[in-house]
């Protein structure tokens, strides 16, 4: 079966550096997004990763292992304002995202 | 704006009620997707059509639920005798997808239904 696993939470303190993991299992696979969601709004895209390795932009980067399954996300000079779900989500084979749950970041001063 | 819109934004109805969503995708996107959304969890795929065309249909969806895109462009959720169970946020994206390219979907603010 298809599958997205990350962490349902997390908390880090304003100015620190957070990383959140995220593991999928897919039909085929065409890349891997995250998005962010603040709460009662939409999801809003952050990046998207196809190839190995590291995309950084600006605060937030994001990184892929496809032999791994794995990627993480992570905001570094955490501000209180980047409390927010963050979603994990795989293209499979039919180009259809197949979602995590999430992961709730609670920022403290 | 030229983003994703949703009409209604909030929709509070009886069970038992049928209830209709709009979706107005970015006009240049071919793709549009309607997900439904509850705390916690992700976005739960229900329908995507390419233009005018309906290619998947969640196994999840009863027959309940219909979509449309008559022309390419807007679409409708319909939700036929709505349950407790259908209360829930639900979200529109559209993407624009070419051969051997992908682009993010882009989101609605979403349309949260209450059934009373």
């Known amino acids: 079966g298809q599958n997205i696993d990350q962490p349902t939470e997390m908390t880090a303190t304003e100015g620190a550096i957070v990383q959140i993991n995220c593991t999928y299992q897919t039909s085929g696979f065409n890349g891997l997004f995250w998005y962010q969601q603040h709460a009662g709004e939409a999801p809003t895209f952050l990046s998207y990763?196809?190839l190995d390795g590291l995309e950084e932009k600006g605060r937030f980067s994001s990184f892929l292992s496809r032999s791994k399954g794995y990627s993480y996300l992570l905001l570094k000079e955490l501000q209180m304002k980047d409390s927010a779900s963050y979603l994990c989500a795989a293209l499979d084979s039919n180009y259809q995202l197949i979602w995590g749950a999430g992961t709730k970041l609670i920022i403290k001063p | 704006d030229t983003g994703v819109s949703q009409d209604p934004r909030h929709k509070i109805t009886k069970r038992g009620q049928n209830v209709t969503f709009r979706c107005d995708p970015i006009s240049e996107h071919n793709r549009l997707y309607w997900y439904r959304q509850t705390l916690g969890q992700g976005p739960e795929f229900l329908t995507y059509?390419?233009?005018?065309?309906?290619?998947?249909k969640s196994r999840l969806l009863s027959d309940r639920f219909s979509a449309e895109r008559p022309k390419g462009s807007f679409s409708t959720l319909e939700i036929q005798r709505t349950e407790q169970g259908d209360s829930a946020m639900y979200l529109c994206?559209?993407?624009?997808?070419?051969?051997?390219?992908?682009?993010?979907?882009?989101f609605g603010p979403g349309t949260r239904l209450t059934v009373l």
């Open positions: 059509f390419q233009n005018e065309a309906q290619l998947e």
């Open positions: 994206a559209s993407s624009l997808v070419r051969s051997g390219d992908y682009n993010e979907q882009f």
């Open positions: 990763n196809v």
